[in-house]
């Protein structure tokens, strides 16, 4: 079946760093992606997303590519903020044969960022 | 727009136990979903309604999970006989038809 991958373990970084949250998929034909962020005591936020290969989401100063070649998309933002810390989530839509469901999700691992002023 | 609730936001239980979530839904939208989320996991799909009628449930819904949408609005969440690997933050989400989900605050379960 279809399923996200995260990559493991927090990531730490100082305000104003450079990130990267890598995430790769595997499905049989080409999924929408998304990220979702879950900040603390909240739910769930779609953070953006892309349908087809070559989109790139953006929203907030963070910015994902649907790579089908690499079949990945990965999150990035330029500058981190101190309020960016939250816990990240890649996702695809399951599948239901022939057809997508957008609200039955699979998720990756989630990916705790930190950042510190 | 008031969002999706949940209720109770902690919920604390000895083993054995039976305890009962609640999740109201945006108003209009038909479809409502539950999730389980583990600590270091993602969310992963429970069941889902579309109005009243319950058209999928994942095969991690054992028997003691039962999940109910009587009227198409609210929906419950009854675990029986609680264990500890219950213990999980429990998220509901609701959308228009198949469009995305926008996800409640969840309900943490902590069985002791």
């Known amino acids: 079946g279809d399923s996200v991958t995260q990559m493991e373990g927090p990531v730490t970084l100082s305000e104003e760093a450079f990130l990267t949250i890598n995430c790769t998929y595997t499905a049989t034909g080409y999924p929408s992606l998304f990220w979702y962020v879950q900040y603390p005591g909240e739910g769930l936020q779609l953070l953006l997303k892309?349908?087809?290969?070559?989109d790139k989401g953006s929203n907030k100063g963070f910015e994902a590519t649907y790579r089908k070649e690499t079949t990945s998309f990965h999150l990035e933002k330029g500058s981190v903020q101190v309020s960016d810390s939250a816990v990240y989530f890649c996702a695809s839509p399951g599948g239901d044969a022939g057809g997508t469901s957008y609200g039955k999700l699979t998720f990756g691992q989630g990916t705790i960022l930190t950042v510190h002023p | 727009d008031t969002g999706v609730s949940q209720d109770p936001r902690h919920k604390i239980t000895k083993r054995g136990q039976n305890v009962t979530f609640r999740c109201d839904p945006i108003?209009?939208?038909?479809?409502l979903y539950w999730y389980r989320q583990t600590l270091g996991q993602g969310p992963e799909f429970l069941t889902y309604?579309?109005?009243?009628?319950?058209?999928?449930k994942s095969r991690l819904l054992s028997d003691r999970f039962s999940a109910e949408r009587p009227k198409g609005s609210f929906s419950t969440l009854e675990i029986q006989r609680t264990e500890q690997g219950d213990s999980a933050m429990y998220l509901c989400?609701?959308?228009?038809?198949?469009?995305?989900?926008?996800f409640g605050p969840g309900t943490r379960l902590t069985v002791t």
């Open positions: 892309a349908t087809k290969a070559d």
């Open positions: 309604f579309q109005n009243e009628a319950q058209l999928e």
């Open positions: 108003s209009e939208h038909n479809r």
């Open positions: 989400a609701s959308s228009v038809r198949d469009n995305r989900p926008h």
